[in-house]
């Protein structure tokens, strides 16, 4: 047997083991949720509040902060990060982009309660005495801390899909007087444009999943946020505190719902991506 077979059954076993377990884990969670569908409970917890003493264990105050959290970190994140990505890979000089770059590669390997306890001694206090509003300890909070934690993640990606566009498209753009702006705009950009997109989606599917920073900095407040300085919790954070503080209750159960839901989420994102990847290949 060569090394050729010997290294696709290898890895070909690997994929098809790490899609096995990913489907177990969902088929799990499903199982162990079917008794909110069959009890005809779910639209009451997809859409009541969350309030144990009325027997009220709706989830959508954690789904609306999930979202609220996530989508203002990306929001803050994806512009800093292309702009981190375009000075390593198009403006900074060669040596101060290697460095920068590795730099960044050492903060993916930062655990998340470090940048949780960062949020809680600098990030807090500067929020709280900025706005003069509640503790600090509120969506906006989280979101901005999240979004140094995300951030990494999309600058690597970022790097990556510009450094594939192909040298040529770029010889033939300077020779023809670009700047290197012109050439990041009008070459680089429409041809990075999928990677970039997986950048995008990696870093959704990490804030949403993502339970310290939410857990340590959004506040955890079981209410609808009405504004990014309003406390708030995620689904992730949710899941954590309920598991810690009761095992076998009503509310428990939800927690599995809570679980399909983080699923769908970054399942929904994929298939967006990976549809508008297709289409963009098929095109003429």
Not at 136 to 141: E, F, I, P, S, V
Not at 201 to 206: D, N, P, S, Y
Request: one cysteine or more; glycine letters at 8%; hydrophobic letters at 55%.
């Amino acid at each position: 047997m060569s090394r050729e077979t010997i290294a696709h059954t290898v890895f070909s076993s690997a994929a098809w083991l790490s899609a096995a377990c990913t489907l177990m884990v969902f088929g799990f969670m499903a199982v162990l949720g079917y008794p909110i569908l069959r009890d005809g409970l779910l639209w009451d917890m997809l859409s009541g509040p969350w309030s144990p003493m009325h027997q009220s264990y709706g989830i959508r105050p954690m789904i609306a902060g999930t979202l609220w959290i996530a989508f203002f970190g990306l929001m803050l994140a994806a512009p800093l990060s292309l702009g981190c990505a375009v000075l390593i890979q198009v403006v900074a000089p060669r040596g101060f982009g290697r460095l920068l770059h590795n730099v960044v590669h050492w903060m993916t390997g930062i655990p998340t309660v470090v940048y949780g306890f960062v949020g809680i001694f600098l990030l807090v206090p500067l929020v709280r005495q900025i706005f003069g509003h509640g503790s600090g300890l509120c969506a906006l909070t989280a979101a901005l801390m999240l979004a140094v934690l995300v951030a990494p993640t999309m600058i690597l990606f970022f790097v990556q899909g510009l450094s594939q566009v192909p040298r040529s498209y770029l010889t033939a753009a300077a020779a023809l007087g670009a700047t290197p702006i012109q050439r990041l705009i009008y070459i680089m950009l429409p041809n990075a444009w999928r990677t970039l997109s997986a950048g995008l989606v990696l870093a959704f599917g990490r804030a949403v999943g993502d339970t310290m920073i939410a857990l340590m900095l959004a506040g955890n407040a079981v209410a609808l946020p009405h504004s990014v300085l309003d406390s708030a919790r995620t689904l992730p954070a949710h899941i954590a505190l309920v598991i810690a503080a009761d095992f076998d209750s009503p509310e428990f159960r939800g927690l599995f719902l809570c679980g399909l839901i983080l699923y769908l989420f970054t399942l929904t994102a994929s298939l967006a991506v990976r549809c508008t990847v297709t289409s963009g290949r098929q095109r003429p």
